[in-house]
């Protein structure tokens, strides 16, 4: 294509990036609940507003289960509007802002997990602990991201995992991890904690805090979306299984483009979604469409997490 022209550019054909045309917008459009019109009836609706509008709407002590991937601090596009980084203080302050105004709407019984950064983990450990009992730090392999020069290549981000009170959810065998044995132990002639398989021999592991399993959604995943920070569904399989049960409700305040409320659907839990942009709105509808005829998450089939390229 010569440069300066006005012609879109073709996809790769396995370019499976999800995109809209004008009659989805239009269709999509009036299926999203604003977020002027948000209150107690917002069972599996995606909300087009502001969070910091849109929580005080909300019904209290209804939500199992808060799921939040805010903006970390650092001057970010989303959309139509950027996050710009602060001071520490000022960060940590935004922070509880909104996270208190999650604080009545959640059960006795609710788990917690906030997404971070290493700039904007210290703030989320001193801020959630503020408000809830802390359980552990997730991190997880970005295995995506350029090389530095005169640093190390940041490939890790933390999900912080508290809960409202020491009673609560976590299914242990909904999450285990399926690996190969590398090194099979008998004990009189038998497998010894693991399976033969035709493909080779596995073991289903406990799963720890931290996790090498998971695919940052890229070009060819039919996942795959325009945001800068989209969280991949396996992930979100695994929090929603380890931390809900079937019919639960989960919130989501920075919903992006649908993640958390693409795979409560796949799983079988209720959703709240708040999302400012309403393109990633129109996304995360568009997502929720597919998932009525496609419920697979690559990675976790045959209601199993399978280690990264293992299966699918």
């Known amino acids: 294509m010569a440069a300066g022209s006005n012609v879109p550019k073709k996809k790769a054909p396995r370019n499976r990036t999800l995109e809209l045309d004008r009659a989805e917008i239009k269709r999509l459009r009036s299926k999203l609940l604003p977020g002027k019109k948000a209150g107690k009836n917002t069972h599996n609706r995606v909300i087009c507003g502001d969070a910091f509008d849109v929580l005080p709407k909300l019904a209290n002590g209804r939500f199992d289960l808060l799921f939040a991937d805010p903006p970390y601090n650092l001057t970010k596009a989303f959309g139509k509007e950027t996050f710009r980084t602060r001071t520490s203080d000022e960060y940590e302050a935004w922070l509880d802002s909104w996270l208190s105004l999650c604080l009545p709407l959640l059960k006795s019984t609710a788990s917690i997990y906030i997404c971070g950064d290493w700039r904007s983990s210290s703030a989320i450990q001193r801020v959630g602990s503020k408000h809830f009992k802390l359980q552990n730090r997730i991190t997880w392999e970005r295995e995506k991201g350029r090389g530095a020069k005169q640093n ?25 991890v399926r690996r190969k044995v590398l090194a099979p132990y008998k004990e009189n002639g038998k497998p010894k904690d693991w399976e033969a398989g035709e493909n080779g021999n596995y073991r289903d592991t406990h799963p720890s805090n931290i996790w090498t399993d998971v695919s940052v959604p890229f070009w060819s995943m039919p996942e795959n979306t325009d945001h800068p920070t989209q969280k991949p569904e396996k992930l979100l399989a695994k929090i929603i299984l380890a931390s809900t049960s079937v019919g639960d409700l989960i919130l989501d305040p920075f919903a992006g483009t649908g993640t958390t409320a693409v795979a409560a659907k796949k799983l079988g839990r209720d959703f709240v979604a708040i999302e400012s942009d309403e393109q990633y709105c129109l996304l995360a ?25 293992s299966k699918k």
Request: hydrophobic residues 40%.
């Open 152 to 176: 190390w290549k940041n490939t890790a981000e933390d999900i912080w995992f508290f809960t409202v009170s020491d009673e609560f959810t976590f299914n242990l065998d909904a999450v285990k």
């Open 285 to 309: 509808k568009k997502r929720l469409e597919i998932a009525k005829i496609d419920s697979s998450i690559q990675g976790f089939d045959g209601e199993v997490f399978w280690e990264r390229n």
